[in-house]
């Protein structure tokens, strides 16, 4: 199968931390960019920690390389005339898209000042005020843990879209249903925007597990049983995080979804194996196929 011609493909980064992190970032770049993604993303650090980090890793990657950089941008806690200069900065690096999100609120109730927005969707409005850039926001297959109810999540998350959002990403998941009945269930709402998938392959899976219980991203019982089962192999662990995550690729395609998003934790080999796996890019021949048993 090679979808690659109709579908986006997108790869996320983060900021990297110190000498180390940033020459690993710079080798996946170096490795990915082969793939020719549609865009790659570099999120925004919560309470402010790395919101210089995004601009100079963007600035990075803009400069030296052909890829379209797309900065995620939260508005919680965040002054009008911060993001205002934010976007002005973005606007003459030659971005343009952006990942308009809230942000998480600062655990145990404790951070600076809330910021004039509380919500992405006064964020969405405020980009498309100021102009020039497409806009993509974050929604939740499985439900944002802070809805009180899924109706209220995809009504809100149809909010963003009128707001002027011109496409989604997921967060990721790991049942292919959860997207599926989402999907459909929006686009009753007047939702007609792509909403890209995002997949997450389980490389390391006690960090996937912390990060799952505070995003609210189910693992089923079946992988958690199979990864537990692996707690002391971690090259089995991967290799079976990677055989699910291009199975649930392979079937995403398969049914429609406009793109995937891959989450890489700036690390370039699962998604390249996924990509040889799904014969999306067939000249990668060093790399063997993963095998794992599903079943
Ligand atoms: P919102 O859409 O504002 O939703 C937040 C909550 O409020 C939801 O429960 C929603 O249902 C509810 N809500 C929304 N509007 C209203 C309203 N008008 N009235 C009442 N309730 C409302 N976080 C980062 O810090 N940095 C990143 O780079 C980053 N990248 C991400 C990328 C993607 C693709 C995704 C899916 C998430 C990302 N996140 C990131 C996490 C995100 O910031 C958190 O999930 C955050 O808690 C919610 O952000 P949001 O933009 O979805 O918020």
Known sequence: MNTRKTRAFSFEFFPPKGDQGTDRL?????HLAALKPQYVSVTFGAGG???DGTYQTARHIQKTTDLQVVPHLSCLGVSREALQETLERYRDLGVRRIVA????????GHGGPPGPFKYANELVSFIRQFGGFSITVGCYPEFHPESPDPQSCMKNFARKVRAGADEAITQYFFSNEAYYTFVDNVHRL??????VAGLMPITDYQQIARFSTFCGADI???IRKRMEAFANDPASQKAFGIEIATRQAEDLLRQGAPGIHFYTLNKAEATLRIWKNLGLFPALKELAPVQASVS
Do not use: E
């Not at 710079?26 to 170096?30: A, G, H, S, V």
């Open 26 to 30: 710079r080798d996946t770049i170096r």
């Open 49 to 51: 920690s790395t919101r």
């Open 101 to 108: 999100l809230r942000g998480d609120k600062p655990r145990g």
């Open 190 to 195: 007047g939702v007609d925007v792509p909403i």
């Open 220 to 222: 089923p019982l079946w």
